[in-house]
Structure formats: structure tokens, C-alpha cells
């Protein structure tokens, strides 16, 4: 016995030794860096842990910011908190052979929440503005040694091209309120692809809030962000006439021919409390999908509609996640609580319901079970797999997945150059064939 543990032991210490090291936090090197600029005025709010507070350089000259850090601690990563408006930024990474600074990438082109790993012996980065403008504006920057980074860093993938699920909504936020644990469900327990649409951002913070709330939602492939202005209205007509008919049915046609999601999930046709907005995105969804409208190449095979009457489901939303163990076992809408506390800008609020039943009386923006706007009740308004089988609550249902299991099976194409829709065609994809459609 003596013996063979003796013999083990080199084994064991091996696996302790790399369990040690793969368990090991990342230093956070960002209070011994050096921060320098040729425009050092807001260098300070580069690290004051405020995003509503940003460093700016001068407008109309050539910008840059230095960052060093000690002779013995290199950088093995950073995460950078970009303005929404902030153009594209070189990066370069200082050659310590050559004694110059050599173009590494550019950064900020894509994902507003950046994380970026840097070559190895990394001690001193330079960003370099690149518009004429000379734009270079961070909220906040952290700098990394080698380890395990903390939760709070956001690695996002490419948004995906082959959803299962797609979750449309006017707004963030929305997709809480009104859908419940459905993105913590479907992200984190049943681990298949999400991708989530928003048609309005309004404004920057909200943007920062969108992307922590889907990170906490368990969403790792980047949102799609449709770019339309925000506006307040209480009819689909309104809504129409403000965001335009044709440019709506264009934008979401674009988006499912490039997220080609399985199923769709969207809003109510009487915008939950009357939102123009949401109506329009149910509008948009039942005309395409459900009416054929507007020669869309990918037709989803399912469409659920929030609060729609026919061919009902009924989602549970507190069953306990047990797949993804990094929410302790919390349930879908208590995981989908705490992304919508992400929202800070929204929380408090309330809206007198326009239309149905409950006209007249006042929505809270909270996420609950139940309530005026049940976030567990949707109809069933397109199959082309179909009706549900009765008693099983999944929007999956009858759908084979690209779990996130055969993630090496899914090949995310290379991530576009800005936050919004990709601009390149993609190829064209047969139409569904229809065994079932289920009319309004
Ligand atoms: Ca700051």
C-alpha cells in the first residue's frame, strides 16, 4: 500500500500543482501601471471604477495613451470599457528587442465590453487615435497578469449565425420583463445558442447595461443591435410611421437570414402595457415569419408571441439551473432578476397599461412570476415542426440544436466591424418546407 502511493505521489503533486494553477487568480495590475497621454487631462477617470465617467482626449489632433507597467509584472490581458461613439483605435504592443513599438491589432471595432489578450512579456501598450478626429475615449481600462480572470470580464464571441433561439424585443431590458428566465434557461441550463435583437439602444449607459445583463444571463455571443431611434408611442401605427415600415421589415428580414435562428421568441402583439415598439416587433415577426411577407431567404420553424391567446404555453420559470453551477442552483427567473438588475438606469419605474383588461391600471418594471404581463405565457403563432405536444412547456420542442456542447462543430464567422448588423450577404438559404402553419 506504502509502495503504490509512493508511486502515485509524483502523479498526484503533478495534478495538484496544475489544478493550483489553473485555479490561480489573475493579478490585477492595473494600480501599479503608469498611464501617460498627450492628452492627460481625464487620465484619472481611466481607473476611477465610474463608467459614467470617461477619459476624452482633445478633439482634432492625433491622440494616444501609454500604459506601463513594472519591470517584473507583464500583462497578459486587459478589458476595456469603450464609449458607445468612440471610433476604431490602433494598438500597438512596445518590442522590447527592438526598442520600438510594433501594430499589434485594432481594437474597439467590434464589442463595447473588449477583452484582449496580449502577447506574451507585454510591459508597455500604446492605443493611437485613428479618425480625424482623433478620437480615443475609455470608461474604464483593467490590466491582467497571467491567471483566472474574474466574472466581471466580459469575453464575448461573434454574434452567432446559427441560433436556436432568437429573443426580439424593442428594448433592453424587455427581454426580462416580459420573457422571464427564458435567455438564463435556454443559455445557461439548456446550453444552445442565444442570440438576442434589440431594436433601440437610446442611449450609451443603456448599452453597457444590455451587455452586463446578458452576461449575467449566462449570453456569450454578442447582441444584435439594430440601431433604430428610441421613441415613446402607444400604437403601431405611430411606431410605423417614426421607424418606417419598409426599413423595420428590411432590418428584421436581415436579421434572421443572418442569425438564422431555429425559433424565435418576441413581444406582444398589443405591446404588453401598449408600447408602439413592441407591437411593432410582434408585427414585424408575424408578418415575416407567420405571412411570408417580404421574401425572406431563412424562415424560422417556430415563432412564439408573448401573451397570445392561441395555441398557449405556459413557461416554468423556477425550476433550478443545475447545468451551469457558477449560479448556485438559482431558477431561471431568479438568474433573469438579477440581469435585470444590470439595468440600474430602469429600475423603479412604472407605465399605465393602454390597452385589454387591465387598461387603465399601472405596470411595474419588475421581473415576477405572474403579474399583468405574465413573462411565462406565449402562443404558439408559426410551426413548420408542428403543435406542441401538450403538457411540455419548450420553445425547443420538435428542434434539434446546436448545443454548446458541439461548439467545435460551430464555426462562428470572423465578427464584423461594428456593433450592428453585419453588411455582407449571406448565402441564401432554402425555405423551410411547411408541414403546419398555424394561423392567427
Ligand atoms: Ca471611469
Given at each position: 500500500m506504502y509502495r503504490l502511493f509512493a508511486l502515485l505521489l509524483?502523479?498526484?503533486l503533478l495534478l495538484f500543482l496544475c489544478v493550483s494553477a489553473s485555479a490561480a487568480p489573475a493579478e490585477d495590475l492595473t494600480?501599479?501601471?503608469t498611464f501617460t497621454s498627450n492628452s492627460p487631462t481625464y487620465l484619472a477617470r481611466l481607473t476611477d471604477g465610474k463608467i459614467d465617467r470617461h477619459f476624452q482626449t482633445?478633439?482634432?489632433?492625433?491622440n494616444y495613451l501609454e500604459v506601463t507597467a513594472p519591470d517584473s509584472k507583464p500583462i497578459d490581458s486587459m478589458y476595456i470599457i469603450w464609449t458607445k461613439d468612440s471610433g476604431k483605435v490602433l494598438l500597438e504592443v512596445f518590442d522590447e528587442k527592438d526598442g520600438r513599438y510594433r501594430t499589434y491589432r485594432t481594437v474597439n471595432a467590434v464589442y463595447l465590453h473588449e477583452y484582449i489578450p496580449l502577447p506574451e512579456n507585454t510591459h508597455r501598450i500604446r492605443f493611437s487615435s485613428t479618425d480625424k478626429l482623433g478620437t480615443l475615449a475609455?470608461?474604464?481600462i483593467s490590466l491582467y497578469g497571467p491567471g483566472d480572470l474574474p466574472s466581471s470580464v466580459q469575453m464575448w464571441q461573434p454574434s452567432c449565425r446559427e441560433a436556436d433561439l432568437l429573443v426580439l424585443v424593442?428594448?433592453?431590458d424587455d427581454e426580462y420583463l416580459f420573457f422571464g428566465g427564458t435567455i438564463p434557461w435556454y443559455a445557461r441550463e439548456v446550453g444552445c445558442h442565444v442570440a438576442v435583437a434589440y431594436m433601440t439602444l437610446q442611449n450609451d449607459t443603456r448599452a453597457h447595461e444590455l451587455l452586463n445583463g446578458l452576461w449575467t444571463a449566462g449570453v456569450r455571443e454578442y447582441p444584435y443591435l439594430l440601431g433604430f431611434d428610441d421613441k415613446l408611442s402607444f400604437s403601431l401605427s405611430s411606431q410605423y410611421r417614426f421607424w418606417g415600415k419598409e426599413e423595420t421589415l428590411q432590418a428584421v428580414i436581415k436579421l434572421f437570414e443572418t442569425a438564422q435562428p431555429k425559433v424565435v421568441v418576441t413581444q406582444g402583439v398589443e405591446g404588453e402595457y401598449g408600447h408602439g415598439g413592441h407591437q411593432v416587433v410582434a408585427d414585424l415577426c408575424l408578418r415575416i415569419i407567420r405571412d411570408g411577407e417580404g421574401d425572406s431567404t431563412f424562415r424560422p420553424h417556430k415563432l412564439y408571441v408573448h401573451m397570445l391567446d392561441e395555441h398557449p404555453v405556459h413557461?416554468?420559470?423556477?425550476?433550478p439551473i443545475t447545468s451551469d453551477k457558477s449560479v448556485h442552483g438559482k431558477t431561471s427567473l431568479e438568474v433573469a432578476q438579477d440581469?435585470?438588475?444590470c439595468h440600474q438606469s430602469q429600475q423603479g419605474f412604472s407605465q399605465e397599461i393602454q390597452y385589454g383588461p387591465y387598461r387603465g391600471q399601472?405596470?411595474?418594471?419588475?421581473?415576477?412570476?405572474g403579474g399583468l404581463m405574465d413573462n411565462a405565457f406565449f402562443g404558439l403563432a408559426y410551426s413548420d415542426v408542428g403543435p406542441d405536444d401538450s403538457g411540455v412547456s419548450d420553445f425547443l420542442q420538435h428542434i434539434d440544436t446546436l448545443t454548446s456542447g458541439d461548439v467545435a462543430a460551430f464555426s462562428p464567422v470572423e465578427a464584423s466591424e461594428s456593433t450592428a448588423l453585419p453588411t455582407e450577404e449571406p448565402a441564401p438559404t432554402p425555405k423551410s418546407r411547411i408541414t403546419l402553419t398555424i394561423h392567427k
Open positions: 509524483p502523479v498526484l494600480p501599479l501601471c482633445v478633439s482634432y489632433q492625433e475609455i470608461r474604464e424593442a428594448h433592453p413557461m416554468n420559470w423556477n425550476v440581469a435585470f438588475l399601472r405596470y411595474k418594471f419588475e421581473v415576477v412570476e
